[in-house]
T-cell receptor, first 114, second 111 residues
Framework: DSGVTQTPKHLITATGQRVTLRCSPR?????VYWYQQSLDQGLQFLIQ???????AKGNILERFSAQQFPDLHSELNLSSLELGDSALYFC?????????????FGEGSWLTVV | GQQLNQSPQSMFIQEGEDVSMNCTSS?????WLWYKQDPGEGPVLLIA?????ELTSNGRLTAQFGITRKDSFLNISASIPSDVGIYFC???????????FGEGTQLTVNP
């Protein structure tokens, strides 16, 4: 158990709909990252938040948005869903050590758009 | 897009054999991480490397941070069936920045 909690684990929705994926980072971790993994693909970075502020943006579509709340949990909002948005969405959180960061992933939210 | 070249893409080995995989980059990373992912699961951190030249072990796993900071390798000794999965390398340029992932190495271990 990495300590990073994601809900829901599975989600099936229709094209054009909107969904929200939720992530609770490890206790004390200020950074939250979102990644997308399509079938048989690697992990593509979407966006990072640090202590409530957006820190870095990757290949995130304009239809997608995210935020990190004061209690440090984060939500990824996916709207106007298309079939190609079907993927595993991972949240990760990081802890800074004196030697460097260690990043832990949640179990993922499996989104199927039909 | 991906900036890490991970090889090999797949490996088919017999139980008990040793395995080696590596990642190379055109740019420098200050942290290298190795993850294992089972189907439908999240990546599980295996080893973290923070210093050029560092050699770190975790049980039967050994990983090294290349001296140039542009590469890393992972060795698995005496493989067992539960080693099956996809292994990803990931690099981090600066502390707290995003991870860049390799394409993954699919490992199959035949009993």
């Amino acid at each position: 158990d990495s300590g990073v909690t994601q809900t829901p684990k599975h989600l099936i929705t229709a094209t054009g709909q909107r969904v929200t994926l939720r992530c609770s980072p490890r206790s004390g971790d200020l950074s939250v990252y979102w990644y997308q993994q399509s079938l048989d693909q690697g992990l593509q970075f979407l966006i990072q938040y640090y202590n409530g502020e957006e820190r870095a943006k990757g290949n995130i579509l304009e239809r997608f948005s995210a935020q990190q709340f004061p209690d440090l949990h984060s939500e990824l909002n996916l709207s106007s869903l298309e079939l190609g948005d079907s993927a595993l969405y991972f949240c990760a959180s990081s802890v800074a050590r004196s030697t460097g960061n260690t990043i832990y992933f949640g179990e993922g939210s499996w989104l199927t758009v039909v | 897009g991906q900036q890490l070249n991970q090889s090999p893409q797949s490996m088919f080995i017999q139980e008990g054999e040793d395995v080696s995989m590596n990642c190379t980059s055109s740019s420098i990373f200050n942290t290298w991480l190795w993850y294992k992912q089972d189907p439908g699961e999240g990546p599980v951190l295996l080893i973290a490397l923070y210093k050029a030249g560092e050699l770190t072990s975790n049980g039967r796993l050994t990983a090294q941070f290349g001296i140039t900071r542009k590469d890393s390798f992972l060795n698995i000794s005496a493989s067992i069936p539960s080693d099956v999965g996809i292994y990803f390398c990931a690099g981090q340029r600066t502390s707290g920045s995003r991870l860049t992932f390799g394409e993954g190495t699919q490992l199959t271990v035949n009993p």
